[in-house]
């Protein structure tokens, strides 16, 4: 059986000394609530059979952080993820964004389980700008491949 897929966006930019920036979300709910390392994530989310993939990633980037992404050039940077695992279709684009001012789509979940106690969450709790380096630490494991191909992507390009 074939994996789950997803497709998101990562922006990038350069910081007034050149250094390199990408933006990632951290994911809301209790699961996650005061957990840091490895657990941010690029603005992503599955999509169906029939769906384009980078439409996929536009809609989840505006739903996760509240907002469109910025306008400009996207570029593919591939399919990251095991096979027969969830696949990650990945674009970036160069451009700032005010990630103070994210606003997330909210998800409703039993809390704690079975308590009969729903509550809604946000999808993201926080969004935030790292450099390269950071990123490797707070990316989960499994996206890290991706800051890899921007990074070699960025060097290509000049």
């Known amino acids: 059986m074939a994996g789950k897929r997803s497709a998101g966006l990562i922006l990038h930019r350069r910081s007034a000394d050149g250094e390199v920036e990408v933006l990632l ?7 996650w609530a005061g957990k840091d390392t490895h657990a941010w994530s690029i603005p992503k989310g599955e999509y169906g059979d029939g769906e384009d993939a980078e439409a996929a990633a536009l809609r989840e980037f505006e739903e996760e952080l509240g907002s469109p992404p910025p306008a400009g050039p996207r570029h593919f940077l591939g399919e990251f993820g095991a096979p027969g695992r969830k696949r990650i279709s990945a674009w970036t684009l160069e451009a700032d964004f005010d990630a103070a001012q994210a606003v997330s789509n909210t998800f409703e979940l039993e809390w ?26 707070k990316l989960h494991k499994g996206q890290l491949s991706i800051l890899d191909a921007l990074a070699e992507a960025l060097e290509h390009a000049g």
């Not at 979300?25 to 699961?31: A, E, K, L, Q, T």
């Open 25 to 31: 979300v951290h994911p809301g709910g209790p699961f």
């Open 112 to 137: 704690p389980p079975r308590s009969g106690r729903v509550r809604a969450y946000p999808e993201v709790d926080k969004a935030a700008w790292w450099t390269l380096a950071a990123a490797g630490t």
